[in-house]
C-alpha cells in the first residue's frame, strides 16, 4: 500500500524497496548525448564542408549552364571563355545580399571593361514575382543576373547567400567566397588573384 506526500511515493511496510519507481536517468543521457552529436556533426558539415566532396571542390571546370536572364534572353557560361568571371547568389530577402549590392555594382563598373564579367544568380525568388526585379532596380544593379531554373546552385555546392564563385579565362573555378563582401578592397583582390590564374 501507498501514499502520495506531495511528488515523492512514501513506502509502506508491505512494499519491497526495489518496486520504487525510478527514472530512467541512463535513457536520458543516451538520448542527450546522441543529440548533442549529431547537433555538433551537423554544425560541421555547414561550417567547414568537407574539402574533399565533389560539390565543394575548386580548381576544376566550373559547371556549365545557360539560364534566363531578367533582362531578356538566356546567359550561357561557355560563351564567356576567356574573360575572368565573378558568379554571385543571392535573393531579393537576403538582407546581407542587399548591403553587399551598391559594393558589387561599383566594382562590376571598375572591371567591365578589363575582361571581367560579373554574373549573378537569383536562386529563391519566383522570377514572375516584382521582388527581384526591384531588388536589382533599387540598387541599380547593370551586371548580367539569371535565375536558377536547373540545379545549378546544387553543382555550385553553394551553402547559403551571399556566395560568390571565381571563374579563370580557362573555366576553372578557384575561389569561393562564402560570406558577403566586406569591402572593395576584398573583391577586387579575389578578381586580380583569378586573373592571374
Avoid at 106 to 111: G, N, S
Avoid at 115 to 137: K, M, N, Q, T, Y
Wanted: hydrophobic share 45%; charged share 20%; net charge neutral.
Amino acid at each position: 500500500m501507498e501514499m502520495e506526500v506531495g511528488h515523492e511515493v512514501a513506502l509502506t511496510p508491505t512494499m519491497a524497496p526495489d518496486a520504487v519507481p525510478r527514472p530512467r536517468r541512463g535513457l536520458f543521457l543516451w538520448a542527450a548525448v546522441g543529440a548533442a552529436g549529431f547537433i555538433a556533426l551537423l554544425a560541421a558539415a555547414v561550417l567547414r564542408p568537407a574539402s574533399t566532396t565533389p560539390l565543394q571542390a575548386l580548381n576544376r571546370p566550373a559547371p556549365d549552364f545557360t539560364l534566363p536572364r531578367y533582362d531578356g534572353g538566356t546567359l550561357h557560361l561557355a560563351a564567356l571563355r576567356g574573360k575572368t568571371v565573378m558568379i554571385n547568389f543571392w535573393w531579393s530577402g537576403c538582407i546581407p545580399c542587399q548591403d553587399e549590392a551598391p559594393l558589387l555594382e561599383r566594382q562590376w563598373r571598375a572591371w567591365r571593361d578589363k575582361g571581367v564579367v560579373f554574373v549573378g544568380v537569383d536562386e529563391i525568388d519566383d522570377p514572375h514575382s516584382a521582388a527581384p526585379r526591384a531588388f536589382l532596380r533599387k540598387y541599380g544593379i547593370t551586371y548580367s543576373n539569371v535565375w536558377d531554373t536547373s540545379d545549378m546552385a546544387i553543382e555550385y555546392g553553394t551553402t547559403g547567400q551571399p556566395e560568390s564563385f571565381f571563374v579563370t579565362r580557362r573555366g576553372v573555378m578557384t575561389t569561393k567566397y562564402a560570406l558577403p563582401f566586406p569591402d572593395d578592397r576584398t573583391l577586387a583582390r579575389l578578381i586580380q588573384e583569378t586573373r592571374a590564374s
